[in-house]
């Protein structure tokens, strides 16, 4: 089991940036394929970014292609999300997550398939 605790979050204006990070421990992180989900109020969560386990394929939801980018450290066992020109509508809970399974297999269905959950924090863009 992998233990995902993520940090970064806060209020910024919209055109603002942040980074998120996600430190992981316990299993081998370099097993893990990594991701980033987001959940707004009243709404379900829903995927944002994921990236493979040597960090050599990216996957992005449309609504943040060209503004997110998703990287990760192997060596510090650590995700990263950094987010650019940010918009009210990026208001939401970020999770960080993680999964066994190759990242291309997981982009099937990847709300099913992460299976290792952080805690989230809270990003909230100003208008």
């Known amino acids: 089991q992998v233990r995902l605790v993520e940090s970064g979050g806060g209020l910024v204006q919209a055109g603002g940036s942040l980074r998120l990070s996600c430190a992981a421990s316990?299993?081998?992180?370099?097993?893990?394929?990594m991701g980033w989900f987001r959940q707004a109020p009243g709404k379900e969560r829903e995927f944002v970014a994921a990236?493979?386990?040597?960090?050599?394929?990216?996957y992005y939801a449309d609504s943040v292609k060209g503004r997110f980018t998703i990287s990760r450290d192997n060596a510090e066992n650590t995700v990263y999300l950094q987010m650019n020109s940010l918009k009210p509508e990026d208001t939401a809970v970020y999770y960080c997550?993680?999964?066994?399974?190759?990242?291309?297999?997981?982009?099937?269905?990847?709300?099913?398939?992460?299976?290792?959950w952080g805690q989230g924090t809270q990003v909230t863009v100003s208008s």
């Open positions: 997550a993680a999964t066994l399974k190759p990242a291309a297999q997981a982009m099937g269905n990847p709300r099913h398939d992460f299976d290792s």
């Open positions: 316990g299993r081998t992180f370099s097993s893990y394929a």
């Open positions: 990236i493979s386990r040597s960090g050599g394929s990216t």
